[in-house]
């Protein structure tokens, strides 16, 4: 099966700067996607941006970007001019080739004014 | 498009009570899931439908458990002989796979399911 792991349990950056959130899988496989997603109180399961695993282009989103690194099956967040909007759990998801999702334990972003 | 949709939003219960819980998706979605997550972790694969196929299940999913999806519109889950240990949220996400040829999918999720059983 497959495993995300999410290493920063917690995390705070000041507004208007950057932060990275990094995330780590453990797959086989050779073609698949990841995913990163936005869980603020609401509880609502919010889509950051996604990655597919053939493209060796980093994936972008306006303040939002990955830095994608298949060998080392690393794939961390990067979120440029903090907003306090960005304040959320953020989850790092992995869906395999049955398409099932697989996410990590989740990173609490503060973002301070 | 209204998203997904969860019913009810919480959910209080004794131990030992039956509770189900109702899940609509994206209109022209195929695919059904129903993930659990508990405090600080990330949600948890509980089983999924294709239309009204139930094709997997979690070994989380105990006999308590049991989902359907008629017709391949709506979906339930019900819990039988709730225990303190069911408390958790149960999200409910959909997708449309269109494309076999490359896996596109998004996943959408509803707002979610908080369970308390008491």
């Known amino acids: 099966a497959q495993t995300v792991t999410q290493s920063q349990p917690e995390m705070s ?38 990655q597919e695993a053939y493209k060796q282009q980093n994936a972008t989103e306006n303040r939002f970007s990955v830095n994608f690194q298949k060998a080392a099956k690393s794939f961390s967040l990067k979120i440029s001019d903090s907003q306090l909007g960005d304040a959320a759990m953020y989850f790092c998801a992995y869906r395999d080739e049955f398409n099932k999702f697989y996410f990590g334990s989740g990173t609490k972003l503060n973002v301070k004014p | 498009d209204t998203g997904v949709s969860q019913n009810p939003r919480h959910k209080i219960t004794k131990r030992g009570q039956n509770v189900t819980f109702r899940c609509d998706p994206i209109s022209e979605h195929n695919r059904l899931y129903w993930y659990r997550q508990t405090l600080g972790q990330g949600p948890e694969f509980l089983t999924y439908f294709q239309n009204e196929a139930q094709l997997e299940k979690s070994r989380l999913l105990s006999d308590r458990f049991s989902a359907e999806r008629p017709k391949g519109s709506f979906s339930t889950l019900e819990i039988q002989r709730t225990e303190q240990g069911d408390s958790a949220m149960y999200l409910c996400a959909s997708s449309a796979t269109r494309d076999r040829g490359r896996k596109n999918e998004k996943l959408f999720f509803g707002s979610g399911t908080q369970l308390s059983v008491l």
Do not use: G
């Open chain 1, 13 to 50: 950056v000041q507004e208007a700067e950057t932060v990275t959130l990094s995330c780590t899988y453990d797959t086989s496989e050779s073609d698949y996607y990841l995913f990163w997603y936005k869980q603020p109180p609401s509880r609502q399961m919010i889509l950051v941006i996604r």
